[in-house]
């Protein structure tokens, strides 16, 4: 019956010890990752001027993969530069003049001549 109690206590030493391993894990702050271009993960980017581009500072982004075109907001539609920052994932690019461009994972395009991106479609692949 003693050696009982003894595993009960070392058991039981070892489940407070778990609870507050854990407790300090989910109290830790989560690190932030960046990619390049001031875009983090898993996002693609859109920079509206040469000047946002320049300062790596963007003016919108899109991170969720949808089954439809997103239009794209002030913030986006027109954009000097996108970049994808999404490791394994392409964005479907449909330009103003109604031609299009599977923008790769961790590609970039700047200054489009002629058009502009008006809707974005991110697939769960990499060639769209």
């Not at 993960?41 to 946002?52: L, Q, S």
């Not at 969720?64 to 690019?93: E, H, P």
Request: aromatic content about 12%; overall charge positive; charged content about 15%.
């Amino acid at each position: 019956m003693g050696d009982e109690l003894n595993v009960r206590r070392i058991v039981g030493g070892f489940a407070s010890v778990a609870v507050a391993l854990t407790a300090t894990l989910v109290h830790t702050p989560s690190a932030s990752a960046s990619t390049a271009y001031g875009c983090g993960y898993p996002r693609v980017c859109f920079y509206k001027t040469k000047a946002n581009w320049d300062a790596r500072k963007w003016t919108a982004a899109y991170s969720d993969i949808t089954n439809y075109a997103q239009v794209l907001g002030s913030n986006s539609a027109g954009s000097y530069a996108v970049f994808n920052s999404r490791n394994d994932d392409g964005a479907f690019l449909v330009f103003d003049n109604r031609s299009s461009y599977c923008l790769r994972p961790n590609e970039l395009i700047t200054n489009v001549a002629g058009s502009y991106v008006t809707t974005i479609r991110i697939y769960d692949s990499a060639s769209c």
